[in-house]
């Protein structure tokens, strides 16, 4: 009985280990986006110019509690009977948040963009976007998920974030 609990101890210990070692790697790969060359994606960098004082300001939503968010490409957006899958390019890596619907998630565009349309599939041209999520649980993390999306706010080609 007690070898038993012993065995189930460590397995316990060592999924929390695994669990933290993912959850650790997501974080940095977020976070390190920042610091990666590539995280600029496909957007150009922009010189800041003495006209810059006159480019629009966007009140974009704020991270709650036990939220995160990255800025990125959103490149597609998968759709199914079990919910909906958003992938966003961040640097060189594609990040994935889920929702149960889309009804779920909070869509924003900022800008003038007339040509914005929301749909399910790949994106033909991705779109420059906020994505916020809130953490996953060890299931998720272990599909490969970053977490629940919260918010999904498209921004123009040319902002700078």
């Known amino acids: 009985m007690a070898e038993q609990r012993a065995r189930e101890a460590a397995a316990r210990e060592a999924a929390a280990r695994e669990a933290a070692a993912h959850e650790a790697a997501l974080r940095e790969a977020v976070v390190d986006a920042r610091a990666d060359p590539t995280a600029a994606t496909s957007i150009p960098p922009r010189l800041p110019t003495p006209d810059d004082s006159k480019l629009p300001t966007f009140r974009l939503r704020k991270v709650r509690t036990g ?56 994106r033909a041209e991705p779109d420059a976007v906020y994505l916020t999520w809130r953490r996953a649980d060890a299931a998720q993390r272990a599909a490969g998920i970053v977490g629940t999306a919260v918010a999904v706010e498209f921004v123009p080609r040319d902002y700078l974030p």
């Open 67 to 122: 939220e995160e968010r990255a800025y990125g490409e959103l490149v597609s957006i998968e759709c199914g009977a079990s919910g909906v899958r958003f992938s966003l390019r961040v640097g060189s890596r594609v990040i994935v948040a889920v929702a149960k619907r889309m009804e779920d998630v909070e869509l924003a565009a900022y800008g003038n963009d007339k040509e914005l349309a929301i749909a399910c599939g790949p």
